[in-house]
Every structure is written in C-alpha cells, then in structure tokens.
C-alpha cells in the first residue's frame, strides 16, 4: 500500500467533477437545455482521459494499491473513520470500465435522447450516476461504499422512473427501490458487525488489519454482504426489479442495469474476498445464489417477447456466471472480474443496438413486431451480431474468453459440487445461445411484421459511432483482456494470484470443444424453432408449461406478491383497522369524554357573581365545618 | 375615661357590668333588626338607612366595650362619611332602581338561607365552646392600655408597633383616590365643543331659542306644572321627560287636553 | 351575660350580611351586605381585645377600617363605571364572563 502522489492525488476529481456538473445541469434550468448534453456527455470522456494517465501512472507491481485520503469524515471519541480513496487494480478495472463504457453511452444518449424534453435532466442523473458509482468502487472503507451504494440506487430509481408520468416506469421504480432497500439493508448490518467486532469499516482494517475475523463473524458479514449483492446485482431471491428496471430509457438499461451498477455486487464480493475466505458457508452460498439465478436468468429469457426484457434476464443469467465465478474461490476472482469487463463491453453494445431498434421502430419493444430489419438497419444488425457472437461465446469473441473460463472452473471444483456447478453453467450456455439466438432471428430475420406507421431507418451517427466501438470491443475486448493473463496478473494484488495451470477435471479442449458443441445446439435450436417458420404477430396461447412458467419469469412476482405483499398488504390493514378503532378509539374517547365532561362542567360558569359567591360561602361552611371537627374532636 | 366609665361600671364575677348588658339587649335586637331590615327592604335608601342604624348600635358596643376611639370612628367616619358616599352613588345611578321580587337564579334564595343558617349555627357554636367561661378583662387597668388612655394607647401602639401597617394603609388609601379618580374619569371621544360648534349645533337643531319654562299659574308654580300655550294647551317642552307625573294641574278648564296629558 | 354574647351576635349579623350579598342584586345594596360583614367582623375584634384585655384587636378593626374605606371607595367607582356603561347596577346584567 503506497500513499497517492502526482497525478493520483487529483482522483477525487473522478467524484467531484460529474457530481459538479449533476449539480450544475439540474440547478441550471432550462437556460442549460442547449448545452446541457454536451457537457454532460463530454464529462464522462474527461474522466475516462484522466482514468487512463491515472492507469499508466501506477507502475510495478508492489505499488498498485495507491490510498488518497482525503479527510477526516466521522471523528468521533474511540471511532474514526477516513474518507478517502483507494486506487488499486481492482477498482482501476471498474474505474476504466464505468468511465471508458459511460463516454460511449453518453455519447449515444445524446443522439439517443434528442427529441426527448427532459434530456437535461436526463445527463444530470446520468452524470450523478457516474460520480456515485465511481465512489462505490473507490472508496477505501465499507461506509464510504455504502454511501455510493445507496447513491447508485438512487441513480437506478430515478432514471427507471424517468418518465414518470407513465404508470409503468414509476412502478418499475418503486420495484427496484423496495428490492434494493432489501439488500442495502443486508449491506448496512454487514457494516454494522464490521463496527462490532473490528470497530473500522476501511478495507484495510476489515479485510487485512489485525484483527482475525472468527468464523462466525465471517459468516454473518458474508451472507449480508451476499444480501446486498443480491439487492444490487439482481440475483436470486431479489432478482425481479431488474426486468421491469428496463422501463427506463435504454441508454439507462445499458449502462446502468447491464454493464456498471448491476455488477456492483460482483465487486462487493471480490473487494471482500477475505472475508469469504474465511467462511466457506458464505462462499458456498455465493456459489447457489449464482448457480440458480444463471439458469433462472436464461430460463425467463426464452420465453420474453420484450427484446430488451430478454437482455434484461441476460443480464441476470450473466451475473450469475460472475457471481458463480467469484463464489468459487481464490483464483477465480479474476475471471469473474474480467467475465465482468466483457459482459460490460457486448452487452452494452446488445442494448445499444436494442435502442436502436427501438428508436427507429417508434419505441416499440415487441420482438414479434419486428422482423426482416437487417436490411434497413444494417450498422445495428452488424453491432447486434458482435454483441450476440461475444455473449454466446462464438470462438475468438469476448464470451469464448471469459465464460468458457467460468465453465472450466467450476468444473475444477471437484467433486460432485463441481459437476453439478459444470454442468449448470454449460447449460446456461446452451441456453444462452438458443434464447439470444431467438431474440436475433424474430428481431432481425425473418418476414417483417411491422406496424402500418413504422419506417425503420439507421439512427444518427453520435449514436452508430459509440456502437460500433462497443461492438468492436464485444469480439476482441475478450481476448485483449485474457491475453497472456494480463489482466489476471494486473488484479493479483487486489484479489489473490489467479488460478495455477495444473490438472484440470476436463482437459481445455475438450470442454472447449464440448461447450461448443452445446452453444451450437443452441443456436441450432433457436433458429429451427423460429427462423424456419413464420413468427405468430401475437403470443401463442397453449403452449407447454415451462414456456408459460418461463413467460411469467418462473413464477417470481407471483410467489413475491403472495408470499409478501398480500400478507403484507392483510398486515397493514389490520394495523390500519387497529389503529383507527383501538389506538385512535381510545384517544378520540378519552378525548370525547374530557371534552362531554368539560361541556356539562363549564355549565356551571353561568356568569353570575351571586352564584360563585354561593358556592364561596359552601365551600368556606365545608372548610370551617372540617376545621372544627379537627379541633373539637 | 368617662365614656368608658359611664358604659361598663363594675366587673362582677366573670360577667360584664349590669349596664352594659342593659344596653346589649337594647343595641343587639336593633342592630340586628337593621341588618335583617337591610336585606330585606326592596328600596335601596331604605336598606341604606336601616343599615346606618345597624351601624351605629355597633359604635354604641365599641363606646361599651372600652374603645371609645374605634366607636367615634365607626359612628363619624363609617356611618357619617362612608354611608353618605353610598347615598351620593345611590342617588346618582338612580334611586328607582329596586330590585324585583323575582329570583332569577333557580334555588338560590333556598340555598343562600340554608347556607346562612348552617353557617350561623356553625360559627355561633364554635364561638360559643371555644370562649365558654371567658372573662372580660377591664382594659382601664391592664398595663398595655396605659392606664385607661384609650386614643393614647391606640397610637402608642399605631406608631410604634403597627408603624410599617400604618404606613402600607397611607399608601392603600392614595392608590385607591388614584385608582377612583382613573375609574370615573371619562374621556372625552371628540374635539372639545366651542363656543361656535355649539351655536352652529344649536341653529341647525331647528330650535335656536331654549325651552319654555314650567308653569307658573295660580293654581300651582312646581316645575311638575306644565306651561299652557297660548291656545291653552299644554307645553309638553315645558316639563321635563323624567317628571313621573303632572301632580299639579292647573284648576283651569281645558281638561280634555289636561287628560290627554293623564 | 358574657363578653361571648357579642361573639354570638356578630356571627349572626356576618351571616345576614352574606346571605343578603347572596340574594340581593342591586350592586350597591350587595357593596352593602359586604360592609356589614366587615363590620361583623370588628365587633369580633373589638370583644376579643375585651377578653384578652389588650388593644391590638382595636387596632386590627381600625386596620379593617381603613381598608374598608378604600374599598368602598374602589368598588363605588368600578358600580359607576359599569353603570354608566350598562345603564344598570344589578350584578346579574353583568355576566358576559362565562362558558
């Protein structure tokens, strides 16, 4: 751990100078509406020129956690804790990331939001998002996490609710809200045993200081680390937000639900790794939490006719891959981060491309509307298939690189644990191939199913550039990242050194060649199921029960409105029902018989002086009779 | 002292002196009966009347009851000045203001008397067991009445030992004429009237000459006689509105119109 | 005959007078009833100074008498003022301070 110097000294400026131009474009007005966008989107591609000096300006491997501290922000007798920064590699990784992916998403949504009034607003909470997620990943301490954590939340629910006037959208907020309140709640119990039992929240204290945390300990911050990732990353059991969160625009649903904040629960695990080391309960439990949500996510997936809700439950099976990934241990770490990296980079050039769509089909949303649009859309089918090649893992492209690497570990695991986790996470491939494989033949093939009123045309270039870029990174972003174990090697001071070459459980090519062969019955799959035959314009009613389970995302919502919101809602009505008619009952009845009797007492003030003095001379009889019987007794 | 003197004569045996209890059974029954008299006499001068006799049987008992001092003031300054002072008020706010037979608050006659008797019987009782066989003592011979000297000795001990009282009453006594003086002081709404408003007032009132006056006729010169216009009908101006009657009417003819007056 | 004989009628003309403050209700008659329980109550003094054979109940009647005096003074003016406001002296117009 060195102290910031140079260059480094300035990171803060990551933090302040989009929070300073969120602030500078909300307070504005409207007189900033002409100018808004620009600054809005040039300062991302600040932040992302100062990240990369900030990058090459940390050389050699025992100097690349870099501490900035900044101030002293909770003094207080026998506990203290810092603000300040820390720049390792890990948060280096998410640094580059957020701000490298957030200039080219910007840099679209400024095409993308052109027509649309409330663009200003728009930047304003895109550039506080980026402020406040930059904090969550550089922050040295627990607290000043937490701050960016709930920060991001608040990003995620207003620009879900960005066009609040429609019903939905402010729904789908409040949803992601309530589903995040959960985690965060898990995430503050965790800070708040960090307090209890090392009485510090840094990093460095937590996780390397002197204190050993027991099993026990570990255990508890684990799960409710666990649960605020859950909350953060949309995973089992708190994953039902993060579908209805596409209701917001789609710049929103690239950069925010899919390729940055969503992960952030991915980084929560990998910054805690020691702690997870500790407790293998913990740790397992990442591993079931992510083995089930990457199944569950690819599930929900085939069987959405919402494109960008079937990217949505993409995202959800991929975190999984991640979470799966850094649940395995040490080692791992690494390929989740960089599964995570790549993820970033195709899915944000998928939903881009989705936007795209989207914008030229009048903002309709429907897969089974669409149809035949490669012809008129050539730019954003190009960029579709690169991000659609990356996620399936075609050889040479991103996800070939990261996720095969995922399957591969969890296959190493051993045992029967590693078998199951294995095969999990190869079928979630297969199953990835045939539902991306659907969404691009109903989206892009096929006969045209379009709307009478719909002319699909390319979108304008601030918008194709900032694709094309992302699609370009989705097929070689994997292989720069794995190449010669680069970025393994950078993060080892962060999260451990990487897994070892040694005995695998199935040697590399042939899972290699297995994993291949399962994506292209995928793929195969998808294409026999819906690109040989006509695509129906409205959903086929009697299908099998999994496409209907799959349709009502595996019963999520349901069992969540049961189990929870409707005894929830029967909770507060009885309190309701006890509150009007006990706590009020007894308030306003006590109330009305002070007030009845005070009514019948004040009677007696009548106004006459002969009747007060009447009842003067009573009460002086009264007092001389008492006092004689005292004294004559 | 020779008022003192002549009221008490000698103690005999714990009683008083046989003058003095003459004199209560005289004085009490009168005082008694002015009191009763008060509360019930309807015409507020006569309660104020009766209640001058009550008081002055009370300065009688002082003068008896060796304090000729208290007793010449309750009889010049309590029933002469103070009782004048509620005859002035009486007769300023209107002597015809007698109370009505009719007890508007319900069961208060009741309660007042019962209360009263109860009263009565209670501090009667107490009284008569707490001082049963007290003794009246001569204050001519006891020392602290330096020797019989009663408005002496009242001021021996007025300057001596009630000096700060006395002082704080000097002061109740200037704070009450101030506060009387701020209750009756009436302020005056408008600019002071001068001669020229009221001359101005008087022309356009339409009667610039004053009213006539009574009649001074053979038969009677009251200012209840009202003049006779030279039709020798009745002058209503004449009168004044508050007359409670024509008592004296001119003998002369015209009683149509003296009846119209009736 | 002994000095409580005194006693006995001062308590009787104090419970006249209150009772006469209780039912009367010219203003000026009540300020009367009050006057005579005052002067009940000095003729209690004036035999207590009898039978402890000292002057200090004198003085305290004398004390009482002066306060008296002021309060006449006091309570005529506040009767003329009311009249001359409420053209009444009956203490039962005036009870506008109630419920």
Same mark, same amino acid.
């Given at each position: 751990?060195?102290?910031?110097? $140079?260059?480094?000294?300035?990171?803060?400026?990551?933090?302040?100078?989009?929070? !300073?131009?969120?602030?500078?474009?909300?307070?504005? $007005?409207?007189?900033?509406?002409?100018?808004?966008?620009?600054?809005?989107?040039?300062?991302?591609?600040?932040?992302?020129?100062?990240?990369?000096?900030?990058?090459?300006?940390?050389?050699?491997?025992?100097?690349?956690?870099?501490?900035?501290?900044?101030?002293?922000?909770?003094?207080?007798?026998?506990?203290?804790?810092?603000?300040?920064?820390?720049?390792?590699?890990?948060?280096?990784?998410?640094?580059?990331?957020?701000?490298?992916?957030?200039?080219?998403?910007?840099?679209?949504?400024?095409? #993308?939001?052109?027509?649309?009034?409330?663009?200003?607003?728009?930047? $304003?909470?895109?550039?506080?998002?980026?402020?406040?997620?930059?904090?969550?990943?550089?922050?040295?301490?627990?607290?000043?996490?937490?701050?960016?954590?709930?920060?991001?939340?608040?990003?995620?629910?207003?620009?879900?609710?960005?066009?609040?006037?429609?019903?939905?959208?402010?729904?789908?907020?409040?949803?992601?809200?309530?589903?995040?309140? @959960?985690?965060?709640?898990?995430?503050? %119990?965790? %800070?708040?045993?960090?307090?209890?039992?090392?009485?510090?929240?840094? #990093?460095?204290?937590?996780?390397?200081?002197?204190?050993?945390?027991?099993?026990?300990?570990?255990?508890? %911050? $684990?799960?409710?680390?666990?649960?605020?990732?859950?909350?953060?990353?949309?995973?089992?059991?708190?994953?039902?937000?993060?579908?209805?969160?596409?209701?917001?625009?789609?710049?929103?649903?690239?950069?925010?639900?899919?390729?940055?904040?969503?992960?952030?629960?991915?980084?929560?695990?990998?910054?805690?790794?020691?702690?997870?080391?500790?407790?293998?309960?913990?740790?397992?439990? =990442?591993? @079931?939490?992510?083995?089930?949500?990457?199944?569950?996510?690819?599930?929900?997936?085939?069987?959405?006719?919402?494109?960008?809700?079937?990217?949505?439950?993409?995202?959800?099976?991929?975190? /999984?891959?991640?979470?799966?990934?850094?649940?395995?241990?040490?080692?791992?770490?690494?390929?989740? +981060? +960089?599964?995570?990296?790549?993820?970033?980079?195709?899915?944000?050039?998928?939903?881009?491309?989705?936007?795209?769509?989207?914008?030229?089909?009048?903002?309709?949303?429907?897969?089974?509307?669409?149809?035949?649009?490669?012809? =008129?859309?050539?730019?954003?089918?190009?960029?579709?298939?690169?991000?659609?090649?990356? +996620? %399936?893992?075609?050889?040479?492209?991103?996800?070939?690189?990261?996720?095969?690497?995922?399957?591969?570990?969890?296959?190493?695991?051993? /045992?029967?644990?590693?078998?199951?986790?294995?095969?999990?996470?190869?079928?979630?491939?297969? !199953?990835?191939?045939? #539902?991306?494989?659907?969404?691009?033949?109903?989206?892009?093939?096929?006969?045209?199913?379009?709307?009478?009123?719909?002319?699909?045309?390319?979108?304008?270039?601030?918008?194709? #550039?900032?694709?094309?870029?992302?699609?370009?990174?989705?097929?070689?972003?994997?292989?720069?990242?794995?190449?010669?174990?680069?970025?393994?090697?950078?993060?080892?001071?962060?999260?451990?050194?990487?897994?070892?070459?040694?005995?695998h459980t199935v040697s590399t090519l042939v899972l290699t060649a297995i994993t291949l062969v399962v994506v292209a019955l995928g793929v195969l799959g998808g294409w026999v199921a819906f690109g040989r035959k006509p695509v129906p314009i409205s959903q086929p009613v009697g299908v099998s029960p999994v496409t209907t389970a799959a349709r009502r995302n595996i019963y999520a919502d349901a069992f969540n409105e049961m189990v929870l919101q409707r005894p929830g809602q029967w909770l507060s009505r009885a309190l309701v029902y006890f509150d009007n008619r006990g706590v009020d009952g007894a308030v306003t009845g006590l109330a009305a018989g002070f007030g009845g009797g005070s009514a019948r007492l004040k009677r007696t003030q009548t106004g006459f002086v002969r009747s007060y003095a009447l009842s003067m001379l009573g009460g002086t009889i009264a007092v001389v009779a008492v006092l004689l019987a005292v004294r004559f007794q | 002292m020779s008022a003192v003197g002549f009221a008490a004569g000698e103690l005999t045996n714990g009683q008083v002196p046989l003058g003095e209890a003459v004199a209560f059974w005289i004085l009490g029954p009168i005082s008694l009966a002015g009191a009763i008299g008060m509360v019930l006499l309807r015409n507020a001068v006569h309660c104020a009347l009766s209640l001058v006799a009550t008081m002055m049987s009370l300065g009688m008992f002082y003068l008896i009851e060796q304090g000729p001092f208290l007793g010449l003031v309750q009889i010049i300054v309590y029933t002469g000045a103070i009782m004048i002072l509620f005859l002035f008020v009486l007769m300023l706010i209107g002597r015809d203001a007698s109370d009505s037979i009719i007890e508007t608050l319900r069961g208060q006659r009741w309660a007042a008397a019962l209360f009263g008797v109860g009263f009565a019987l209670l501090v009667a009782l107490s009284v008569g067991r707490a001082f049963k066989g007290s003794k009246p003592a001569d204050l001519n011979t006891t020392e602290t009445n330096a020797g019989g000297q009663n408005v002496n000795s009242i001021a021996a001990l007025l300057f001596t030992k009630y000096l700060f009282a006395f002082e704080l009453t000097s002061a109740l006594l200037i704070i009450a004429a101030v506060g009387a003086m701020v209750l009756a002081h009436v302020e005056r709404d408008g600019p002071k009237p001068t001669q020229k408003s009221i001359a101005r007032e008087r022309i356009r009132s339409g009667r610039p000459q004053p009213l006539p006056g009574p009649g001074v006729l053979s038969s009677g010169n009251s200012i209840g006689t009202p003049a006779l216009l030279p039709d020798g009908s009745i002058s209503h101006e004449s009168v004044m509105a508050s007359t409670p009657g024509l008592r004296e009417l001119p003998a002369a003819n015209h009683s149509a119109n003296a009846d119209d007056i009736r | 005959m002994t000095p409580t004989y005194y006693l006995v009628l001062s308590a009787a003309l104090f419970t006249i007078g209150a009772v006469g403050v209780l039912v009367r209700r010219n203003a000026i008659v009540v300020f009367m009833c009050v006057e005579l329980m005052l002067n009940a109550v000095n003729l209690s003094l004036v035999t207590f100074a009898r039978v402890n054979g000292s002057l200090d109940g004198q003085i305290m009647a004398f004390f009482v008498m002066v306060v008296a005096a002021a309060e006449v003074v006091i309570g005529l003016a506040i009767i003329m003022s009311i009249f001359r406001t409420r053209r009444s002296a009956s203490v039962d117009d005036a009870n506008l301070l109630k419920y």
């Open positions: 751990m060195t102290t910031a110097h $140079g260059i480094q000294s300035a990171a803060w400026l990551l933090i302040a100078l989009p929070l !300073l131009s969120a602030g500078v474009l909300l307070v504005a $007005g409207r007189r900033a509406d002409k100018w808004a966008h620009v600054v809005g989107a040039a300062v991302p591609v600040v932040l992302f020129g100062y990240a990369v000096m900030l990058f090459f300006s940390v050389k050699g491997e025992g100097n690349r956690e870099i501490n900035l501290h900044l101030y002293s922000w909770i003094p207080v007798a026998g506990f203290k804790v810092d603000a300040g920064l820390l720049i390792d590699p890990l948060s280096m990784v998410f640094v580059l990331l957020i701000t490298g992916v957030g200039s080219l998403i910007h840099i679209y949504a400024v095409g #993308y939001m052109a027509h649309d009034e409330g663009r200003r607003r728009f930047f $304003g909470y895109f550039n506080y998002f980026i402020a406040v997620m930059l904090l969550l990943v550089l922050a040295n301490s627990y607290l000043a996490l937490y701050v960016g954590w709930e920060g991001v939340g608040l990003a995620s629910y207003l620009l879900i609710s960005f066009y609040y006037s429609r019903n939905i959208a402010a729904t789908a907020g409040n949803k992601a809200f309530f589903a995040n309140r @959960v985690g965060d709640v898990g995430l503050s %119990i965790a %800070i708040m045993i960090m307090f209890a039992y090392v009485g510090s929240t840094s #990093y460095a204290d937590v996780l390397y200081g002197d204190t050993q945390l027991t099993k026990g300990v570990a255990t508890a %911050i $684990g799960f409710m680390l666990l649960l605020g990732a859950c909350g953060k990353s949309g995973q089992f059991p708190l994953q039902t937000w993060l579908p209805d969160a596409m209701e917001g625009p789609t710049p929103v649903s690239a950069l925010i639900h899919a390729a940055t904040m969503v992960t952030a629960g991915v980084y929560l695990i990998a910054r805690s790794a020691p702690v997870f080391d500790v407790s293998q309960a913990a740790r397992t439990a =990442v591993v @079931v939490v992510g083995a089930i949500t990457l199944l569950y996510g690819c599930v929900c997936g085939c069987g959405q006719d919402d494109l960008k809700r079937v990217l949505a439950y993409s995202t959800v099976s991929q975190i /999984g891959y991640m979470f799966l990934a850094v649940g395995l241990g040490p080692g791992v770490y690494a390929i989740g +981060i +960089i599964h995570l990296v790549g993820h970033g980079f195709f899915k944000a050039a998928l939903f881009l491309s989705a936007g795209s769509v989207m914008h030229a089909m009048n903002d309709r949303i429907d897969m089974r509307r669409f149809g035949g649009l490669f012809r =008129v859309m050539p730019i954003t089918y190009g960029v579709f298939v690169c991000g659609y090649l990356a +996620i %399936i893992g075609f050889p040479l492209a991103t996800g070939f690189w990261t996720k095969d690497k995922i399957i591969e570990a969890a296959l190493d695991k051993g /045992g029967t644990s590693g078998w199951v986790l294995g095969v999990v996470a190869l079928a979630g491939a297969g !199953l990835t191939a045939f #539902y991306m494989t659907r969404a691009l033949v109903m989206t892009f093939h096929g006969e045209r199913r379009w709307e009478d009123d719909v002319h699909p045309h390319e979108a304008s270039r601030s918008m194709t #550039y900032p694709m094309i870029a992302l699609g370009v990174l989705s097929l070689v972003g994997g292989y720069l990242l794995i190449f010669g174990g680069g970025l393994q090697h950078w993060l080892t001071p962060s999260v451990g050194p990487s897994v070892e070459e040694g005995v | - | -």
